[in-house]
Structure formats: structure tokens, C-alpha cells
């Protein structure tokens, strides 16, 4: 089998950087947020995963400082929304870039559901919503101790929304709620609608 090598800092040599094509499918952090004077933002980000299940905790890193992130620094809070196949349009809308004033969820026509716990509203047309409180937003260095623009930030769920109709038996029923996730470039996304079990060997 031959191999394609390369090191990033040398540039891949292909018509585009493969680095998200093969970290991949990547779960889509659908955030919302309110900034300080309660006007709600909606964007999805594609570096995005749980960090830790007890207690609950979310990451995601937000590459350069967009509405999202300063409306975190400003609250202390924001929503997980999981973002779905049938959703992924609005999903798609929700990534412009739009001036902060500007409600994302109302523009790509959703329904905003109040929440809880935190100001930030949630979708209203998503299957399952976290609720979370920020613990830290840390900037990225690279190797050599260089700060990024990128920082990551890290969440502990405090709330929990559930759609009934996505219970079955007491359990969170993921191939019908069909997550979204991003699998590389522009457009590509996959939708999990098809669940594998393979039995663990303890």
C-alpha cells in the first residue's frame, strides 16, 4: 500500500487540508447563547464533543473570537442543541456570519423553547438540549507555547432536556433522533440513523 506523508507546517500537497475529512464524524456543538443585554445567537461548531460524564461536562473550541464565545465570557452560560438530519439545513443556516444584533434562530426559522437553569434559550425543534454553566475558557497554544486564536471551551451540564417521543424503554433513542455530524469538507456531513452493536468483553 503506498502512503501519502506530510507535515502540516510543510502544507499537505492536496486540493484541500484532509485533517477534518479524517477526524471524522465529528458531533456538531449547536450552540445558543444570550449576550449581556438577553439578545439570543445560535451557531453550530464542528470541534465539539463530552468531555466527561460525571460530572457532565462539554467542550468546544471556537477558532477566532465570534458572538458565541463573547456571549459566554459575558453570561457564564450556553445550550447544546443536538443538531439532526432533519434539521441540517437550519443547522447550515445558523454557520453565516451575520452582525451580533442578528437572532439566528429566527432567521433560520426555528422555534426557541425557554430553558430552565441559564437565559439562553434552546430549539425548540431539537430532540435533546444541555443546559450548561461555563467552568473555564482556555486559549490554545501550539508546540512551541505560541497562543492561537482558537480557545477552547469547556461547559458542566446542569440541565437536561429530553424529548419523550425520543425515550424508548428509558433510553435516549439516538439512531431516531439522527444526529448530524461533520465528516470534512464544506458540505459534507453524515447523519447516524443506523446504530452498531457489537457486545464488550469484560
Known sequence: MAWHFYRPEDGHGLPHDPFKAIVAPRPIGWISTVDA???PNLAPYSFFNALSSRPPILG???EGRKDTLANIEATGEFVFNLAT???AAAVSLTSRTVAAHVDEMALAGLAAAPCRIVRA???AASPAALECRLIEVH???DLSGQPTDHRLVIGQ???VHIAQDYLRDGLFDTAAAAPLARC???A???VADRILTVPRED
Request: net charge positive; hydrophobic share 40%; no cysteine.
Open 121 to 123: 434559550p434552546r430549539v
Open 157 to 159: 451540564v446542569v440541565g
Open 184 to 186: 470534512g469538507y464544506v
Open 188 to 190: 459534507d456531513y453524515a
Open 37 to 39: 443585554e438577553g439578545r
Open 85 to 87: 438530519g432533519p434539521l
Open 60 to 62: 468546544f473550541a471556537s
Open 139 to 141: 486559549r490554545i497554544t
